[in-house]
Nanobody, 124 residues
């Protein structure tokens, strides 16, 4: 898979919303689980949300449960992250990546190449 990049980040006030998008090329997008990750300054990259290839299974980090929603459109080779109720601690660079299974996404094994990410900044 060749990643075309993440988009949709920006500056938003606390309580606001953003919708991130990630488009990947390749004919086998629908066969891969997808994950959204984030990396805050001085911190390690962490998993935020993961979605199975079919879109049936969705899992979230405790810190974003109830506020973020992951989705995908296999006809558009795209995965999305709807972020509502944003908090200053959500400030980070957000990345998407792929794996054969949701377990691979959780383990960080066999992931694709990392893109440049999209910056999300939440002001208080």
């Amino acid at each position: 898979q060749v990643q075309l990049g993440e988009s949709g980040g920006g500056l938003v006030q606390a309580g606001g919303s953003l919708r991130l998008s990630c488009v990947l090329s390749g004919p086998t997008f629908s066969g891969y689980a997808m994950g959204w990750f984030r990396q805050a300054p001085g911190k390690e990259r962490t998993l935020v949300a993961v979605i199975s290839a079919s879109g049936f299974t969705k899992e979230y980090a405790d810190s974003v449960k109830g506020r973020f929603t992951i989705s995908r459109d296999n006809t558009k080779n795209s995965v999305y992250l709807q972020m509502d109720g944003l908090k200053p601690e959500d400030t980070a660079v957000y990345y998407c990546n792929e794996g054969l299974t949701t377990l691979d996404i959780h383990r960080g094994t066999g992931l694709g190449s990392w893109g440049q990410g999209t910056q999300v900044t939440v002001s208080s």
